[in-house]
């Protein structure tokens, strides 16, 4: 779970134009603290480079210590990509980060044909798909299924592989009571099955990070 940080709403800014250079000078990670909420590090990390928490391989410190953003002047807006590329840099001056993308072998739920026929609708077409999440229901719109297997992996926070091999688009809905309740969800509503395996997947390996602020040694 993430901490209620100040980039949950820096993330979605709009504002074009900005220069790299200017919000280096402006955003800044400080200490966590009464008056300064933050989010875990390893959440800052995907907010950097785009790739999600479950997608990462680093300390597990990185999932416990909290970091804060600090943008002067408050309240500004950027683009995203503007926004991140600030990130890394601060991760590089203060926790001394270094990482890169590789392939590696990880326990992800497969999503597959069940034993009986599907189902969900095939779509006429993909043209405008969507996918809407609410609380504890999903709706899907002309949408491929590997789009739906990225959702329920963001969902989830596991890695989650199409495998069914339906080519095309859908349109269903999906309930569900909690995060267990998922597998027999899917299996009941869509007639298909998410099931253990170990697969590949490209993770963001965490070569060197440092604690930051660093922590006494009894810590």
């Keep these: 779970m993430r901490f209620a940080g100040a980039f949950l709403t ?122 809407h999440n609410y609380f504890h229901k999903t709706t899907v719109v002309r949408t491929a299924l590997d789009g739906f297997a990225h959702m329920l992996a963001f969902s989830l926070r596991r890695p989650v592989v199409d495998e069914t091999g339906l080519s095309g688009c859908f349109t269903f809905d999906l309930t569900w009571t909690n995060d267990a309740t998922v597998p027999k969800s899917v299996a009941d509503q869509l007639g298909l099955e998410l099931v253990n395996g170990k697969q590949p997947v490209e993770l963001l390996v965490v070569d060197q990070i440092n604690q930051w602020p660093p922590k006494p040694d009894n810590q």
Excluded at 77 to 100: D, I, Q
Excluded at 104 to 111: D, G, M, N, Q
């Design 10 to 131: 820096l993330s979605c800014a709009v504002m074009l134009g900005q220069s790299t250079a200017s919000v280096t000078r402006e955003l800044s990670l400080i200490p966590c603290d009464a008056q300064n909420l933050g989010e875990h590090v390893v959440n800052v990390l995907e907010d950097a480079f785009g790739t999600p928490d479950y997608l990462i391989d680093g300390p597990a410190w990185m999932w416990r210590d909290c970091v804060a953003i600090k943008l002067s002047p408050a309240g500004r807006e950027y683009a995203p990509g503007v926004l991140s590329s600030a990130l890394r840099r601060e991760l590089s001056a203060k926790f001394h980060f270094a990482g890169h993308k590789d392939f590696k072998a990880r326990e992800v739920l497969l999503l597959k044909q069940g034993a009986e026929p599907i189902k969900i609708q095939r779509a006429d077409g993909c043209e405008n798909g969507q996918i």
